[in-house]
């Protein structure tokens, strides 16, 4: 998202240097002003609620106590690496990362002063209010982020946890988490289809769901044991839904928060400063 709108702000800067160089007057300004381009703080409030999210999770789950769901009404306790589970000390680290990204930023930004007021496309200074105005206002609206970040996981995304440890499992590179199903029924179905399909008949499907309860019990714990099946001998599912509906797997939680952040904030600035939207995509 933030690439998209660095982008975009690049090509702004590049029309309003050749609008200079016609000897035109740029309708914006080369350094950053109060009520200055919208797409400056959208690429900051991605980044602010990208590193909030991240600090968040990373540092979050070091917390003493138990998270709580965010979008249950009684704040139920959850096991850690839950979607949707917070804690205070969570919060916490999620504003200390997004009051980073917004500190970097306005340290490297090229913000309007004294010096650029009787310069071409220069602007009006920053005043030392409207510096800590912004600051604040940004590493704020970075911490809503990643508790955008936790409703949209606790509602949109399920977390699976795995019966056998307790611990929320995790799918690799954020993709969604498939949970166990019935053996039993597994292997009724599969023997059915063989039967319609090959025509094996009535028999056919009696084998293949039959389950064999003659064998010896095995330690269904043992990690050792390589050939170990999907249950304990009971036949009940090791991986169940914790929370949340299978709409959307972690990716598509991250880009949605990243997005409603980034717009949201550009909103926000554009009515507080008096600014069109439509301004993003002019020169």
């Not at 919208?38 to 540092?59: K, P």
């Not at 804690?87 to 930023?105: Q, Y």
């Not at 949209?152 to 949970?179: A, H, M, P």
Request: net charge neutral; with cysteine.
């Amino acid at each position: 998202m933030a690439s998209v709108l660095t982008l975009l702000h690049a090509y702004q800067l590049r029309q309003r240097r050749e609008t200079i160089l016609s000897g035109e007057t740029p309708e914006g300004t080369y350094c950053y002003s109060w009520g200055g381009d919208l797409l400056v703080v959208g690429i900051i409030a991605n980044y602010a609620a990208v590193c909030a999210d991240t600090f968040s999770s990373e540092l979050g789950i070091l917390s003493r106590t138990e998270p709580r769901l965010i979008t249950s009404l009684t704040l139920r306790k959850v096991p850690r690496g839950t979607n949707g589970g917070v804690t205070v000390w969570g919060l916490v680290a999620g504003f200390l990362g997004s009051m980073i990204i917004v500190t970097t930023s306005l340290m490297f930004l090229p913000m309007c002063g004294d010096h650029t007021s009787d310069r071409i496309g220069g602007g009006r200074a920053w005043s030392t209010s409207e510096k800590v105005m912004f600051a604040w206002g940004m590493t704020i609206w970075g911490t809503l982020g990643s508790l955008l970040d936790s409703f949209l996981g606790g509602w949109l995304q399920r977390s699976v946890r795995d019966v056998r440890t307790g611990k929320i499992v995790e799918g690799e590179g954020g993709v969604r988490v498939l949970t166990s199903v019935d053996a039993r029924e597994v292997k009724k179905t599969t023997g059915i289809k063989a039967a319609l399909v090959g025509g094996e008949g009535a028999h056919a499907v009696e084998e293949s769901s039959a389950v064999d309860d003659s064998a010896p019990a095995e330690n269904p714990y043992n990690p050792k044991n390589k050939h170990r099946k999907a249950s304990f001998g009971d036949n009940k599912p090791t991986r169940v839904a914790e929370t949340g509906w299978d709409l959307l797997d972690n990716n598509d939680v991250n880009f949605l928060m990243a997005f409603s952040m980034s717009v949201g904030g550009m909103a926000v600035a554009a009515w507080y400063w008096g600014i069109p939207m439509e301004s993003i995509l002019q020169g």
